[in-house]
Each structure stands twice: as structure tokens, then as C-alpha cells.
């Protein structure tokens, strides 16, 4: 049966970009606007955090209509009643516990139980040596975690990782405590963080040496300006349909406006070295941020082989990659992707057992995952774990003609893709 693709679509608001929009505006003194935002799950616990510390954030509307957040900056912040959860975040909980460290009072975070099976030394541990204090109040290295703020002096945190949520947390309890921060990874992680700073008007500059590259934030004492902003549309969520796209027999699909950071566009760039038909179109500004239109066509994909500095712009999109690489031409091998297992499930081992448990060929290297390519049908159960990316990336391989796939849990897309099952069912209808 062959399938033709045809469709002019938008994704939903960043991801990233929308945890950054409403923490940024929720410390700033003035009222922001903010439009496009994300109105996943994600988001929704990133506003519900700061308006348990006071804060005016009403929740993402469900249309990405503007809210507008009336700041009275970071000091007006009050210590919360509650736990603050975050959900499925670990965007939420870890930049959160940079701003928090920040901040002259207690509060405890938490979150699910994914979320609380995940690690949060990485960011404790720079937090704390800034003089921040933190109670393990279950289990070592995971949340739900008690955070004393205040009194921080500056570092600068040489990081193990490229990680965004590393380096972000340490420059928010620089700009939460007005003293100068830097962070240096190993290669540059998704720069959201810095690119706002940048555009509110901070003192914040990168470098890049033979050690990594730094993140400096200076010592910056005025009050944080309001934001106007609109999100543009994520490029994560954009990978599933364009993989759709890829994986079709004829047509074409263009997606709008979408966030065209360097940082996060591994997947497309590495979709092309695997032959796919894919490029860029009316590239444009928006909020120190590059945008662009994607235009995607129905492509014959070879293997590739993905190795360590090909990850962190594509950590995200790694599940979604494995799905094309099982339609390939050949054996695709991904290393230095030892990260994937502490994700919202361990990664490497869930897409290696869908794959199989839908008569693929895979198998699982510490850091890493090979796979083979083939073209016959694929029938199976799909176990996501209550992992977003994983239900999206293998609901892709589901909407195919031909293959018979049912995935165990797809309300968890609703985590960062509110209506993904709506709009991938239109796109295979022709709708
Ligand atoms: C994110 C950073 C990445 C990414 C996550 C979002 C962010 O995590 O996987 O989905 O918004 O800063 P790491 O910093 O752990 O790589």
C-alpha cells in the first residue's frame, strides 16, 4: 500500500524555550507577554511551580493564545506551602532548583515517579559549592529534594556533561543572586538560556577553547526586565512528523515555524546525512532565536554512524532517529548516548525492546544502540514506560500502512505534544 504525505502544519510551542519564557518572566519586574507557549503537561508544571512561590502565571492556554505575567521580580518570591511538582519535568525541577538556590527560604521539590528515579546531584553539586544547601529526603542523588537558598558567592563549574539543565541552573543562581557565574562543558549543549539572558540585556558571553565551551554570566545587579515574546514551534515535536514525512512514498510536507537553533537541529541535519530530503526555508529572527520553515519528502535512507559530538544537538531526537534508522538501508550504530539512559525512561534499553518486540533488529552497547534496517512489515506491542518521546517516535512507525503497532500508553505525549495523535492521524489521512 503506498502512502502519500502532503500537509503545511505548525508543532506546538518549544519546550525549552517555553520553561525559560515563564521562569524568565516570572523573575522579571514589569508584565511580559507571552505567546506560542507550549501547553504540554511539561509547561503547565513550570507555571503551577511559580504560583506556588507566589508568582502571577497562569497556565499555557491550550491555543498558545498570550498570557501576560505580571512580575514583581525574583525577590517577591515567598516560600511555598506545598512541595513544589514538577511532574515529568526535569527541566522544571532542575532549573527550578537554580533559581530556588537563590532564594533566602526552604522549599522542598518533587515530582513523579520518573522523575524522582532520575539524578539531581549533577545539579546540586555545583548549586551547593555556590553555598546553597539541599536535604535528600528519600534516596541519595534523587528528588524529592529540600532546597535552603540564599547567600550564594559566584563559581566557575568546569561541567562533566554537555547539559543544558547543568549549565541553566548554575547561570539562573547567578542571575537570582546577582553574582557572577560561568559554566564550561565538554561541547555546547541547547544555549536558550543564554540567548534570553542576551536579549533582556545581561552580561552574558561564550567562549570556546580547547577545554569546552563557557558560558560567563557578570555580576549583574538591575532588576530583570519584562519579556515579549513568541515561542516558536519545536523542533523535537517538528522530528516526528518530519520522520513521517521521510519514511512516506510520495508528497511532500512543509512545517512552519519552527526553532532552527544549531543546538537542537542534530536530528535533521543527521536525517540528511542518511539521505533524507529535508531543508530549511525563510530563515528569520524571533526573540534571539532562528527560525525557519521545514520542507520534508519521502526519502531512501542509508544507515549512518552517530558517535559522541553528534549527540547533545540531537539527544532528544535519538528515539525518533532509531525509528528511521529501522527503515534504513543498513546497520546504523549510535555511541556516546550514555545520557539516554537517565532521560524520562532509560532510553537505550526501551527503544531496543520496542523494536525487537515489533520484529526489528536492535541491540543495546553501554552507551548506545545498533540497529538494522529492513523493509518488511513491523507488528507488535510497544511498551513506552510513560515516555513521551518513546510513544511519539514508535506511534510514527504505527501510522504507517502496512505495519500493525500498538503502543501501551499514548496519553503521555500530552507530556510535550498536546494533540499529536490528532494531527499525525490527519496527515495520514490526507486530512
Ligand atoms: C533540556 C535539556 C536536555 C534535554 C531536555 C531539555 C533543557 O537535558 O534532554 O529534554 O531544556 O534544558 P540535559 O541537560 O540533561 O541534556
Known sequence: MSFRISGDVRVPGDKSVTHRALMFAAAAQGESRLSGLLPGEDCRSTAAVLRALGCDVPPPPADGSEIVVRGRGIDAWRAPAEPLD?????T????????LASRPFASVVTGDASLRGRPMRRITEPLASMGARFRELDAPDRLPIEVTGGGLHGIDYVSPKA???????????????RVPVSVTEPALSRD??????????????????????????GAW????????????GDPSSAAFLAALA?????????????????????????????????????????GGEPVSDLVVRPSRLKAVQIGGDDI??????IPVLAILAARAEGETRITGAGELRVKESDRIAAVVAALRAIGAEAEELEDGLVIRGGDHPLRGRVTTHGDHRIAMAFGVLAALPGNEIEIDDRQCAAV????????????????
Not at 577553547?209 to 563557557?214: K, L, N, P
Not at 537542537?264 to 529535508?278: E, K, P, V, W
Open 192 to 217: 536558550h538560556t543564554e540567548r534570553m539572558l542576551s536579549a533582556l540585556g545581561a552580561p552574558v558571553r561564550t567562549e570556546t577553547s580547547a577545554d569546552g565551551v563557557r558560558a560567563v554570566l
Open 163 to 177: 547539559s543544558a539543565q547543568i549549565k541553566s541552573a548554575v547561570l539562573l543562581a547567578g542571575l537570582g543572586a
Open 416 to 431: 510535550s505534544f498536546p494533540g499529536y495523535w490528532e494531527l499525525l492521524d490527519s496527515l495520514v489521512r490526507g486530512g
Open 221 to 232: 545587579g538591575e532588576p530583570l526586565p519584562p519579556l515579549d515574546l513568541r515561542v516558536p
Open 246 to 286: 521521510l519514511l512516506a512514498d510520495a508528497g511532500e510536507l512543509r512545517i512552519r515555524g519552527v526553532l532552527a537553533n544549531p543546538t537542537r537541529t542534530g536530528f535533521f541535519s543527521l536525517a540528511r546525512l542518511m539521505m533524507g530530503l529535508l531543508h530549511w526555508e525563510r530563515g528569520r529572527a524571533v
Open 312 to 317: 547533545p544537538a540531537a539527544i532528544d531526537e
Open 92 to 99: 522544571t525541577s532542575r532549573l527550578m532548583m537554580g533559581l
Open 86 to 90: 514538577c511532574g515529568n519535568s526535569g
